[in-house]
């Protein structure tokens, strides 16, 4: 059991213990490290730490999959390049403050994996000169490089901005919102894209390449979501 702030620094099944981590964090400095929240919190100004090469599994165990890790002032988890979060159970949520407002996962260069659980209550810097409102509140994960793979679970109560390509959606994953700044999604072949998902495009006009017509699960408030059989693109017009 884990029940204060921790390095990791070996492969294993970890869990917290009920009273969770209230005012500490973990790093990760290990492949093939999981970690059970098993209905606790972890909680602090920055909670979880992936270190090069590190690959975390998160799930909970508990009966109403309750565990939350939180931060209090800064973003819960931050994915650099060589590592890997993969998220099946529990909710991943940043703080939501006039001051202090952080996006819940930041992408720069790792994997992010979603199979489940939720990602929730994130939102840009908060810089009103600096980001308008579209991009202020659509950041529960934000990519600037790297991978995200949203196969499962919901993104609530904000949304996903992508920078670059490298967002793949799927399953029945539930998306509130997704910006797309000169970026494409790319639909699952592994899990059909059967959920829910709402779109701005920010630059560009073609929103993924498909080889089927899926514009029904899509909603946005720009305009009308098509197909076009010949090139195989979503698009907005």
Not at 9 to 26: R, V
Not at 31 to 38: G, P, T, Y
Not at 57 to 68: A, L, M, N, R
Request: hydrophobic share 35%; charged share 10%.
């Amino acid at each position: 059991p884990i029940t204060a702030t921790k390095t990791i620094s070996a492969p294993g099944y970890y869990y917290l213990d009920w009273a969770g981590l209230k005012a500490a964090s973990l790093t990760i400095n290990a492949m093939d490290v999981h970690l059970c929240l098993n209905g606790a919190n972890i909680r602090a100004q920055t909670t979880i730490t992936l270190k090069a090469g590190a690959s975390l599994t998160i799930c909970d165990c508990s009966e109403g999959q309750t565990g939350v890790i939180m931060t209090t002032r800064n973003t819960p988890v931050t994915i650099p390049a060589n590592t890997e979060l993969t998220l099946f159970g529990g909710t991943v949520t940043g703080t939501y403050s006039p001051t202090v407002s952080k996006i819940s996962v930041l992408v720069t260069g790792g994997t992010f994996n979603m199979y489940g659980g939720s990602v929730a209550n994130g939102c840009m810097e908060a810089d009103s000169a600096t980001y308008s409102d579209t991009e202020a509140y659509g950041k529960n994960i934000k990519l600037t490089a790297g991978k995200v793979n949203i196969l499962g679970g919901a993104v609530k109560n904000g949304g996903i901005y992508a920078a670059v390509n490298g967002l793949t959606i799927g399953g029945n994953a539930k998306i509130d919102h997704v910006y797309l700044k000169g970026a494409q999604l790319t639909l699952s072949t592994e899990k059909p894209f059967t959920g829910s998902c709402g779109v701005t495009l920010l630059e560009g006009t073609v929103i993924a390449v498909t080889q089927t017509d899926v514009s029904a699960l899509f909603t946005t408030t720009q305009g009308q979501i098509s197909w076009n059989s010949d090139s195989k693109e979503l698009y907005i017009a």
